[in-house]
């Protein structure tokens, strides 16, 4: 069954091709065949949930990614084993290793992945097929960067009591002592067997993002700060403010694949109204989902 998604595709002058996907309460998601990067997330409101620098078109030089970021992927017309998605809110993307990539890693795997906006929420599915005679292990992480009203007053909860690698201080292995995690300078941990619910809390924009995940079980968060970010040339100067990253991961422990194994994951980022409560928001309700 063909997908209808590729009436969707938007090709513009020199910019990479894109999908717009959308569902009845309003709210949009963009997805880049460029390294299959979603790139826009606006809610009901018109309200952007994800960040994009005023200063890049995409990802493509923030950071040093897997090659599958740097790649333009094809629309995926058999989705199986999951079941067509015949709706202009799925898009089902999919990468096949070329020769040239035996080069840099000698198997051949193919790389799904299904993008879904509903109301409230975008779901990810990234899925890895070993398709090669031989069993490989890989690593993943689902990089989210989102746009929070300054993260000097942001906090982060979930994370508190575990052990992280500090990859500011050479990969050590510290244990996390704070109740939540708020921010006040450059920030760049991987977070191990972490929960499968974590929320960004932003009072500022009386808004929760709560990061639902399965089958990655480390997370990393990032934010460069100042003197960083000025390195970084696809960032402006003061875009370390409005943005924060936390990625869905699998990292500590790679994933074994057999021949013919297919690895999958699933990760749902969903925005929580901190208008519903009265006072603050109590995060323990947002953490087990009591809303």
Same mark, same amino acid.
């Given at each position: ?119 409230? %929420?975008?779901?990810? /599915? #990234?899925?890895?097929?070993?398709? $090669?005679? +031989? ?5 993943? &992480? ?85 003197? %960083?970010?000025?390195? /970084? #040339?696809?960032?402006?100067?003061? $875009?370390? +403010? ?5 990625? &869905? ?43």
């Amino acid at each position: 069954m063909a997908n209808n998604n590729i009436n969707n595709i938007i090709k513009e002058g020199d910019r990479s091709p894109r999908i717009i996907l959308h569902e009845p309460t309003g709210s949009t998601v963009e997805v880049l065949l460029y390294g299959a990067q979603v790139t826009s997330w606006k809610n009901e409101r018109r309200e952007e949930i994800l960040f994009m620098s005023n200063k890049f078109a995409n990802f493509g030089t923030l950071e040093q990614h897997g090659f599958a970021r740097n790649r333009l992927w094809s629309l995926d017309d058999d989705p199986s084993p999951l079941s067509p998605a015949n709706n202009q809110s799925t898009a089902d993307l999919l990468l096949k290793s070329t020769e040239e990539d035996l080069k840099t890693w000698p198997y051949r795997f193919e790389l799904r992945l299904r993008v879904t906006v509903s109301a409230g %929420k975008l779901t990810l /599915i #990234p899925r890895v097929r070993n398709v $090669d005679n +031989k069993a490989f292990a890989f690593t993943l &992480a689902l990089r989210n960067y989102f746009s929070v009203s300054d993260v000097s007053e942001v906090r982060v909860e979930g994370l508190e009591t575990l052990d992280y690698f500090d990859n500011l201080s050479k990969r050590e292995r510290y244990t996390e002592q704070a109740d939540a995690i708020t921010f006040d300078g450059e920030i760049d941990r991987v977070y191990l067997s972490t929960p499968t619910k974590i929320a960004i809390i932003d009072h500022e924009r009386k808004r929760t993002i709560v990061l639902r995940k399965e089958g990655m079980v480390d997370a990393v968060l990032w934010n460069p700060w100042d003197k %960083k970010a000025k390195a /970084i #040339p696809d960032l402006g100067d003061e $875009d370390y +403010k409005t943005m924060l990253c936390l990625d &869905a991961a699998a990292v500590e422990n790679p994933i074994n694949l057999k021949p013919c194994e297919e690895w999958k994951g699933r990760q749902e980022l969903s925005i929580v109204s901190s208008s519903y409560f009265s006072g603050q928001l109590d995060p323990q309700k947002v953490i087990n989902g009591l809303h």
